[in-house]
């Protein structure tokens, strides 16, 4: 499987700002932040399915957007992977009529341009050889975190989460766990922000990974805008006996 970043970012304001989104070889993507809207819309009538950790809009800006602009050039329904929590927001507060409209229903429910497929946390979806599991993840509202496994061997990615014992757990059952992306939204300074929004700063991420029990290659995503530098300042000092690095736009990991 080959991952490509087409946004890492806890927000925006800048060329090379774009909130979350990873395409999975040509047909998957995991979130759908501003980072999508990189894609052509040729590579976004490729993708056939949308695993979303959560329904902040950082993570699901791009979707709309998206479903309107390839509904016409595609044979079959676009397929957005959820837990039920997440689908039940987004049919609530987007594909709503008033927001956006109900793709789901268009050009009918019959034949749709896209549909829900709830997700169970720990059951894989099956895409050929290659399986995507939920694993849980502790936000402010429901959400989970991905396990992506070619077979050869897995990613993991947060999505945003705060201190999880869950989380550790699940990542410790990967035997063959190459890469770990996880988010650490606020610096030190703002550790009591990070702990009433559930998000991690380098000191409360440091303590979380002394759980992990698999190696892998650690690299640190959703920085806030504004305060990259001195959280990856606090993240080398705080967290050197993991080696992290700062995950890049249009980075590709295979794995």
């Not at 800006?61 to 039940?88: F, G, N, S, T, W």
């Not at 034949?111 to 936000?139: D, T, Y």
């Not at 429901?142 to 869950?166: I, K, N, Q, R």
Request: glycine share 8%; proline share 6%; charged share 20%.
């Amino acid at each position: 499987m080959k991952l490509r970043v087409l946004g890492c970012s806890g927000g925006i304001g800048g060329r090379h700002l774009r909130t979350t989104s990873f395409l999975v070889d040509q047909d998957i993507l995991i979130d759908a932040g501003t980072g999508a809207a990189e894609l052509s819309v040729a590579e976004l009538a490729a993708i056939d399915h949308v695993f979303l950790t959560h329904a902040h809009l950082d993570h699901i800006l791009a979707l709309p957007l998206m479903i309107d602009a390839v509904a016409d050039r595609r044979q079959k329904p676009l397929v957005v992977h959820a837990i039920p929590a997440v689908i039940e927001a987004l049919r609530q507060h987007i594909f709503n009529w008033s927001i956006w409209p109900d793709f789901t229903r268009l050009p009918d429910a019959e034949q749709p341009f896209m549909r829900f497929a709830p997700l169970e946390i720990g059951v894989a979806v099956e895409l050929g050889e290659r399986r995507i599991s939920a694993l849980p993840v502790s936000h402010t509202v429901p959400a989970v975190g991905y396990c992506l496994d070619s077979g050869v061997g897995s990613l993991a990615f947060s999505g945003d989460t705060g201190p999880s014992a869950e989380f550790w757990m699940a990542l410790n059952g990967i035997p063959n766990l190459r890469y770990l992306l996880i988010e650490c939204a606020f610096s030190n300074q703002e550790a009591r922000l990070a702990e009433a929004s559930k998000h991690m700063c380098p000191q409360i991420l440091g303590e979380q990974l002394g759980r992990l029990r698999q190696p892998c290659e650690v690299l640190i995503t959703h920085l806030k805008p504004g305060d990259i530098e001195r959280t990856m300042r606090e993240i080398e000092a705080d967290l050197a006996a993991f080696n992290p690095g700062m995950l890049q736009n249009n980075q590709i990991l295979t794995f």
